[in-house]
């Protein structure tokens, strides 16, 4: 049975940091590229971040390039995301998924508050 | 980087209607790199169609995709309660782009 299972979301001043982490099991993790994916309050899907299976390969989107770093550990099964300065426009629900192809299983969500 | 524009922003429609959504690319799409998603208030996203055409696991066969270059299509046949939710487009060719959505709303 997939699960994955996101952690470290919180609340966080505007200049803040956050580290997002997605433990999985159910699947051989290493043999998988995954993903960060974002929905602010009212808004679309935005995709934030994708790394290949053993995390040489590495895309992020404009709107986070240079403030976030995601990472992988392939001997713990997670996924992480390292969110520095932060926004008042980075609040959301963070997705971790797996990409097979397209993304075809996604963690709960974890929600990031950006506030003063 | 790609630009998806989905349309109608909202559809309302009746149980046991169609429901025909539009997703219209900046530039060409590789066909094998196309998807759609489902997405419902407090849930997680699924995964419907993949590679324009091809159902993932656990999608009824109500649901269709089609389409090439630059327009792709998704449609609802006979809409169940349960198909009332907001439905993304997405390319994955190098980046992971989604459409801004289309709301399928009950009438």
């Known amino acids: 049975h997939v699960q994955l299972v996101e952690s470290g979301g919180g609340l966080v001043k505007p200049g803040g940091s956050l580290r997002l982490s997605c433990e999985v099991s159910g699947f051989t993790f290493s043999d998988y590229y995954m993903a960060w994916v974002r929905q602010a309050p009212g808004k679309g899907l935005e995709w934030v971040s994708y790394l290949s299976d053993s995390g040489t390969y590495i895309r992020y989107a404009d709107s986070v390039r240079g403030r976030f770093t995601i990472s992988r550990d392939n001997g713990k099964n997670s996924l992480y995301l390292q969110m520095n300065s932060l926004r008042l426009e980075d609040t959301a629900i963070y997705y971790c998924a797996r990409k097979y192809s397209a993304l075809d299983y996604w963690g709960q969500g974890v929600p990031v508050t950006v506030s003063s | 980087e790609i630009v998806l524009t989905q349309s109608p922003g909202a559809l309302y429609l009746s149980p046991g209607e169609s429901a025909t959504l539009y997703c219209r690319a900046s530039q060409t799409i590789n066909d094998i790199y196309f998807a759609w998603y489902q997405k419902k208030p407090g849930q997680t996203p699924r995964l419907l169609i993949y590679g324009v055409s091809w159902r993932a696991p656990g999608t009824p066969d109500r649901f269709s995709g089609s389409g090439s270059g630059t327009d792709f299509t998704l449609t609802i046949s006979r809409l169940e309660p349960e198909d009332f939710a907001v439905y993304y487009c997405?390319?994955?060719?190098?980046?992971?782009?989604f459409g801004g959505g289309t709301k399928v709303e009950m009438k």
């Open positions: 997405q390319e994955y060719s190098v980046a992971l782009t």
